[in-house]
Structure formats: structure tokens, C-alpha cells
């Protein structure tokens, strides 16, 4: 027969980030982030801090209007930022067809759709729904602004807000990009990106 060998059954400490995940009526439970996304989603989080925190170009004076000519100034203002300039991209998209692994530029899934969207803006974010779930800063419901990330079903399903209690998504196999209702028994986390 062979040894047997007995311990007192502590296992070495594994370091690990937890991510707080909500579930409306039964609470908050920290979930462990692998460690190798970890490296990754601080290194995002740097960037989009930089990012926000770097000054804004300096915008060219306007010239003034012309006798007779009307004042259009302010009428056109440009998008306020990353979060808008996605969202506008991500509109574009609505009638795309479903495509489980895919990341555009003609079908999406969900966290391909929302990584393409924020690219068109300047920003990487990363693949999956779980990786987007951990970037940015979290956002409560009715703080949401459109552009925010919103993550639903348990973590597995991701879409942006649209404003107006939407959701902008690429669902499920079958249904192209569109638009879904939201509530706030739905969300498992928010993250603002810029």
C-alpha cells in the first residue's frame, strides 16, 4: 500500500481581484476574478483614466455672424465624448445580424458589439461581457447615461444605454441588433467608460 500523507487542510492563499455582483433580493456576492484578466483590466482602467483626464484640444473661435446672416453658433454641438461617439456607432448597427463569437463589422454577439462601438471612439475595451463588466467606474441605475455599459443575465449578456429605459444589444441568435427594454431588476453592473 502507499503512504498517505495528512495535512491540516489550509491551502495557500491564491491573490485574486473579486468583483461585488448584485442580485436583486438575495444581495451581493463577491465573485473572483481570474487572475489573469486582472493585469489586463487595471491596464484599461489606466488608459480610460488617462484618457479623461487628458486637457481638451483648444476649440477654434467662431467667427461672428454677419449682418443679415442668422447665428448658428452652439446649434451643432459635437458628441460630448467617447460614450456618445459609441453609441452613435453602435446605432448604426441596429438590423445586424446575431453572430455568437462575432465582433462586427456586419453580425455581432452581444460583447462584440459594445467592444466595436467603443473602438469607433478610440477606446479598446475587452472581448467578453465578464472582462466589460470590470472596466470603468460602476453606475447606479438612475444615474445611467447613454453611451454606459450595462451588463444583465447574471453577467453573461451586455448592451449599451440608450436613454428612455433602453437598452441597444445584440440579443440572441435569430434577432438582429436592436433595441430591448430595462429595468432595474435586470442589471448585474453598470460601468461608465468616459
Known amino acids: 500500500m502507499g503512504a498517505v500523507a495528512a495535512t491540516t487542510g489550509a491551502m495557500p492563499a491564491i491573490p485574486a481581484m473579486a468583483a461585488t455582483i448584485n442580485i436583486p433580493g438575495l444581495g451581493d456576492f463577491d465573485v ?12 484599461l482602467n489606466q488608459q480610460i483614466q488617462q ?13 461672428a455672424p454677419q449682418a443679415g446672416m442668422p447665428n448658428f453658433q452652439g446649434m451643432f454641438a459635437a ?3 467617447p460614450a456618445n461617439i459609441a453609441l452613435d456607432a453602435a ?3 441596429v438590423g ?19 467592444q466595436w462601438a467603443y473602438r469607433q471612439a478610440g477606446i479598446d475595451l475587452p472581448r467578453t461581457s465578464f472582462e466589460q463588466s470590470h472596466v470603468g467606474a460602476p453606475v447606479a441605475f438612475e444615474n445611467l447615461q447613454p ?25 440572441q441568435s435569430g434577432d438582429p441588433v436592436s433595441y430591448t427594454s430595462l429595468n432595474p431588476d435586470m442589471i448585474v453592473t453598470a ?3 468616459a
Open 32 to 43: 473572483p476574478v481570474p487572475q489573469e484578466y486582472e493585469q489586463p483590466v487595471q491596464q
Open 51 to 63: 484618457a479623461l483626464a487628458a486637457p481638451a484640444a483648444p476649440q477654434a473661435p467662431m467667427a
Open 79 to 81: 458628441p460630448a465624448g
Open 91 to 93: 446605432k448604426t448597427k
Open 96 to 114: 445586424a445580424m446575431y453572430s455568437w463569437g462575432a465582433a462586427g463589422p456586419s453580425t455581432f454577439d452581444c460583447s462584440g458589439l459594445v
Open 147 to 171: 453611451g454606459d455599459i450595462v451588463v444583465t443575465n447574471g453577467g453573461g449578456h451586455v448592451g449599451m444605454y440608450a436613454g428612455d429605459g433602453k437598452l441597444l444589444n445584440a440579443v
Open 191 to 193: 460601468r461608465r467608460i
